[in-house]
């Protein structure tokens, strides 16, 4: 039986219950979250505790204002504190970071925060924008007051783990971050807060996102072009499904190139809205030689 996690809503109680592990050089793991807390976010917690072992697991639940724009789901985004706690016991997680958006932001909006770049611009920044500032600064935020040796995302928000791989990069943060693999659902749906607003009929009709990555999956080794179109083909069975993107990218969310080497690694990424939800899903890709080329059609791929 797990003990309790014991729930800081405050940066100092924050730092109370992480002095002894700081000062005893134990690891940090943090797992970064906005509540609604479900399976997928179970399996970031039992990552970071491989990966830290005896040291503390501090789970982050925060619905963050910056990230959500005019009109995005800010105010009905699932707040439930309670349920919440109950699945951070059964994980054996030792604290959760609970604060108020005061705390969190206690001027207000920040005058200072981070810029996501060009990545940040394209996929979910196209029609999300700024939501990748606001992510990336409740994150460094986030880094900045638990201090964690290592951070657990989960690919399932492939862009936002690669943004967040950018920053450490770029600015130097000593943080191990972590994908953890997306979970799914019998039926190949990936787990999603977003998914408790889906009706039956709408359920089932976003099983259609993983059948596309699939169908693309099932071809990769004739191509990108090939893949794509299997995609393509797949989604236009399906019903329900009004979709924003579906693209190929190499690994890092960068163009394909004209000439892929057979065996290089991809990205298959999907966004599209079922009903009012938008739903976001992803898979890898290791491509084979591309057998045919359609003169005439650019390259199928990057954002
Ligand atoms: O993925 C999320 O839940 C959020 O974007 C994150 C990383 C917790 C930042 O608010």
């Known amino acids: 039986m797990s003990a ?18 700081r000062a005893a050089g134990r690891p940090i793991g943090l797992v970064p979250t906005m509540g609604a807390l479900h399976d997928g976010h179970a399996s970031l917690m039992r990552t970071a505790r491989e990966r830290v072992a005896d040291g503390p697991v501090v789970v982050s639940i925060f619905v963050n204002p910056l990230q959500f724009g005019a009109g995005e789901d800010l105010d009905r985004y699932p707040r439930m504190l309670d349920d919440d706690l109950k699945l951070c016991e059964r994980e054996g997680v030792d604290i959760v970071f609970a604060p108020s958006v005061e705390e969190v932001y206690p001027g207000g909006d920040p005058q200072v925060s981070l810029k996501a770049g060009p990545l940040g611009k394209v996929l979910e920044g196209k029609t999300r924008p700024g939501h990748f500032r606001g992510v990336l600064t409740v994150v460094a935020k986030l880094f900045g007051l638990v201090r964690p040796d ?8 492939y862009q936002q783990l690669a943004l967040i791989r950018r920053m450490v990069l770029d600015l130097n943060m000593a943080v191990d971050v972590v994908g953890a693999e997306t979970v799914r659902e019998y039926d190949g749906l990936a787990l999603s807060s977003r998914n408790r607003y889906l009706d039956d009929e709408q359920r089932q009709q976003a099983t259609a996102l993983n059948r596309t990555l699939r169908a693309a999956q099932d071809v990769e080794r004739y191509g990108a072009d090939v893949a794509l179109d299997a ?43 079922v009903g009012t939800t938008r739903l976001i899903d992803n898979m890898p890709l290791v491509l084979g030689e591309q057998v045919a080329s359609r003169e005439g059609e650019s390259s199928c791929c990057g954002p």
Do not use: C, N, W
């Not at 290592?150 to 928000?157: E, N, S």
């Not at 979709?243 to 080497?261: A, M, R």
């Open 231 to 273: 995609a393509r083909a797949e989604l236009r069975a399906a019903d329900g499904v009004d979709l924003d993107y579906l693209v190929i990218t190499d690994p890092d969310l960068g163009v394909l190139p004209d000439v892929v080497p057979p065996g290089s690694g991809a990205r298959i990424l999907i966004a599209a809205r």
């Open 150 to 157: 290592v951070a657990v995302f989960g690919q399932k928000d």
């Open 4 to 21: 309790t996690p014991a729930v800081a809503s405050t940066r100092a109680e924050l730092a109370a219950l992480l002095a002894d592990a």
